[in-house]
């Protein structure tokens, strides 16, 4: 993916907390985007929103979150 599509994810997951603010799968993958795009200090905000949601989340994201730092250390 390139910049310019995470830009276009993130105002999407944007949008649709604008609607729903209680959606923790959306918090976590605008977490992601934002992770991806080095945006470490909002993508950690997001992360947390997700937990206070859904703590059950937990296992899943910290996997996200290992892969996306993967990914975006091996597309450097």
């Known amino acids: 993916m390139t910049l310019s599509q ?3 994810a993130i105002a999407d997951f944007d949008h649709v907390l604008e609607i729903d603010s209680q959606l923790p799968n959306t918090y976590m993958n605008r977490g992601l985007a934002l ?3 080095h945006e470490d200090a909002r993508a950690q ?5 997700c937990l206070a949601l859904k703590p059950a989340l937990k296992a899943d994201m910290e996997k996200r979150i290992e892969l996306a730092k993967e990914l975006r250390t091996s597309n450097r």
Request: charged letters at 65%.
């Open 6 to 8: 995470f830009d276009k």
């Open 35 to 37: 992770l991806l795009k």
């Open 45 to 49: 905000k997001d992360f947390d929103e």
